[in-house]
């Protein structure tokens, strides 16, 4: 096949295990090298659909945690510790309902698989997920609590020392990871910062 391989391994594992896409494969090699959630977290899942982040997220938490899932689409049918929202992060609506479901209460965790509609224009492409990126930063600043972790998926660009330098003031450690389900064509990366300085 000239361009990827689109029914890879991941591809297969997922169905077997019936998740809805090969990206729940992406956070669980996080979580599991990283200790990105533990049992009991809540976690705001940003770019969630079609739902693979979310069941191994929901499935990572337990029943003590809770996982609240953002998208503009709307996500396959969850865990009972998994709620989901449909809309746009920017929205008055995510952040209103985000408020509600929380209470009050912070999340240990902010992972953002956000990603635009890409474009094939590299600089066009790079600069929207940072800007995504950047919007999942913003969520992390009003709900992540001390100590809690992150996770953002950008297409690195001109922008990325920027958005690096930004993670590296708010987190005690920030890392850059590739995970192993990553199609080999792809230039996606996900910047870990690990330790919320609050
Ligand atoms: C790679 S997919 C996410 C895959 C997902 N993590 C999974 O495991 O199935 C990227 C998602 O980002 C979402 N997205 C992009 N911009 C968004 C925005 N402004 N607000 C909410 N979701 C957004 C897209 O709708 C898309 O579903």
Known sequence: MATYE????????????GLPSRAGFKIEEMILRHRLVRAG???????AAPGGWAVVLAKAVGPRGLVLAID????AKGAPNLRAFRGDIHGEAAASWMGEQLEGRKVQAVCSDMSPKL????????????ELG???????????????NFVAKLFPGEEFP???KKLRNHFKTVKVFEPEATRKTSRE???????WKG
Request: hydrophobic share 45%.
């Open 6 to 17: 689109r029914k890879d391994r991941f591809y297969h594992q997922a169905k077997a295990r």
């Open 41 to 47: 977290d809540a976690v705001l899942d940003l770019g």
């Open 72 to 75: 503009l689409e709307p996500l």
């Open 119 to 130: 474009t094939g224009i590299f600089f066009k492409d790079a600069y929207l997920s940072y």
């Open 134 to 148: 950047v919007k999942a930063l913003e969520v992390a600043q009003r709900w992540l609590q001390a100590g809690g």
């Open 162 to 164: 920027e958005y690096l």
């Open 189 to 195: 990366v996900y910047v870990l910062g690990l330790g």
